[in-house]
């Protein structure tokens, strides 16, 4: 029994690894400047959260079943973009401009899918391509120039209803409804079927491709919205908008415990508690005033991190499994 009390207690240890990595950051900086620990600070963070954090719930939907969105970035930046041309001649509520966009992003996103799982190529490179394709046809639309948004959509953005910045509300909605496709549905059961093993899900009669190609359909979607959380903060998009944010998503969401090998990952805490990671570092270097040219280092050094931890939990979450296989069948020989 102690054998299965030890397993045990490494298991909660790599299972709730990104919260207290996330604990110990946080804990870090506030020693190193009290003024982190301020309200105004912690809601800030999850304001300028919101759009890695949306990013990285689209990136878990797509880790799940072992594949990959390296576009994520030029998806908002093209719904970005071809939404302020759009405004320019169409009047649009707000409640429109999110679902255009949306919209946008979901095409995209669907066009990648079909690439992956019709066509059979590698996620990487089909979203290699469609990063750079998506970038160049919204250069090509803005020109390469600044893309301006109205003042209603500031307003919006700068809104805080019940004294929480409307970003973050957005951010919130967006991790509850997923948690509860993925945890509650048989479509979010299907996702982890396909990432542990497709071969065993066709035999089972599930619809792989499908799967796979609404995996990308939903992280393209989610791209969309992430980039009209951007418009409604910051009112204007520039021509780098977008550019190696796809990292962050993925680095969010594999601290946050998905797996790059698939089958494995939560939007609640794992996504949540990655993108805060994340987020908490960047902010937390202007607090100690690093050098920004360190800045982009320590963002590697983030994702670097995050591929060796999901490797070696990987490796010791298999390895754990199977002493917990041959302990259990010791105890029922005894």
Do not use: C
Request: net charge positive; no cysteine.
């Amino acid at each position: 029994m102690s054998g299965l009390s030890k397993e045990s207690a490494q298991r909660f240890a790599l299972g709730n690894m990104s919260v207290i990595l996330l604990v110990a950051v946080f804990l870090l900086f506030v020693l190193l400047d009290p003024r982190f620990l301020s309200v105004q600070n912690l809601l800030n963070i999850g304001a300028q959260a919101s759009f890695i954090g949306i990013l990285a719930v689209g990136m878990t939907f797509v880790l799940l079943i072992a594949g990959i969105d390296l576009s994520v970035g030029a998806v908002a930046y093209l719904a970005a973009v071809l939404m302020s041309h759009l405004l320019r001649d169409v009047g649009m509520s707000v409640v429109g401009v999110a679902l255009a966009m949306i919209l946008i992003g979901a095409v995209a996103g669907f066009l990648n899918g079909a690439a992956t799982s019709l066509l059979r190529i590698t996620p990487f490179i089909v979203t290699l391509a469609a990063m750079g394709v998506y970038r160049g046809l919204a250069l090509g639309q803005s020109q390469s120039r600044e893309a301006n948004f109205p003042t209603e959509l500031i307003s919006v953005g700068a809104s805080r209803p019940l004294g929480v910045p409307m970003p973050l509300w957005i951010f919130v909605v967006v991790l509850i409804v997923a948690n509860v496709v993925l945890t509650r549905t048989s479509y979010g059961r299907q996702l982890y079927a396909v990432g542990r093993d497709a071969t065993e899900a066709t035999k089972a009669g599930l619809p792989v491709r499908r799967i796979t190609w609404s995996a990308y359909v939903v992280s393209g979607a989610l791209a969309g919205l992430a980039g009209f959380v951007s418009v409604i903060q910051m009112g204007t998009i520039v021509p780098a908008y977008g550019v190696g944010n796809e990292f962050d998503a993925i680095a969010a969401a594999v601290l946050g415990g998905a797996s790059l090998f698939g089958g494995r990952g939560t939007v609640l805490p794992g996504a949540l508690v990655g993108t805060l990671l994340v987020q908490t570092i960047a902010v937390g270097l202007v607090f100690t005033r690093v050098d920004l040219y360190l800045t982009p280092m320590v963002s590697a050094g983030v994702i670097f991190l995050a591929v060796v931890l999901d490797t070696l939990r990987t490796r010791r979450l298999d390895r754990l499994s199977r002493q917990r296989i041959r302990l259990e069948t010791a105890v029922l020989v005894e």
